[in-house]
């Protein structure tokens, strides 16, 4: 069998930090924000609790960690930021991942976790802002986060049934003007 241990001190440290994030992200998605403690983290990566804090420093900011999911820019087949983020939600609606199921159930009813999301939104804000050109590029990029914030709470949380019945490929092809217009203008 071959061994897959890490090799390098860097290899190691990222592969514990991936353990961390993948426990945090199944308990946060699990039990919300506030019920998740750093010691169940721990416990459930397989560390110590001292260790979660070195590598996150607080709960905020593992939260915000683990829900933040970066634009992938070299996703195949994806020319446009519209495309990309219509590919993005488009695997939200087909199975709300754990980090958005935790940011969604969170984010509404703790103060800490709100903080969290807001700022995990503002980087996707600034990711999407990057790479729109012209005036308002900010606001352009949060308006469009927010619709998609918005579709995926409809589609997966309140179960609107417009939304439930139709095929995430259908309604990113109804979005497509809209995101195209607010970003690409």
């Keep these: 069998m071959p061994d897959l241990t890490p090799s390098s001190r860097a290899e190691r440290r990222r592969s514990t930090e991936r353990r961390i994030l993948d426990a945090a992200r199944g308990l946060f998605a699990e039990r919300g924000y506030e019920r998740t403690t750093i010691r169940a983290v721990a416990t459930s990566a397989g560390v110590d609790p001292a260790l979660v804090m070195q590598y996150f420093g607080n709960k905020q900011e593992l939260f915000r960690r683990s829900v933040h999911t970066p634009l992938d820019r070299s996703a195949d087949g994806l020319e446009t930021p519209a495309d990309l983020l219509l590919a993005t939600l488009g695997v ?9 199921l935790a940011m969604l159930r969170s984010m509404l009813t703790h103060p800490e976790a709100a903080e969290a999301v807001r700022a995990g939104l503002n980087t996707q804000i600034d990711e999407i802002a990057e790479a729109v050109a012209g005036e308002d590029a900010r606001l352009r990029a949060a308006l469009t986060v927010m619709l998609m914030v918005g579709v995926t709470i409809g589609h997966q949380l309140l179960d609107i049934e417009a939304l439930r019945d139709a095929s995430p490929e259908r309604i990113a092809a109804v979005l497509r003007p809209a995101v195209q217009a607010l970003i690409e203008p």
């Design 92 to 100: 939200k609606l087909a199975g709300l991942p754990e980090t958005s």
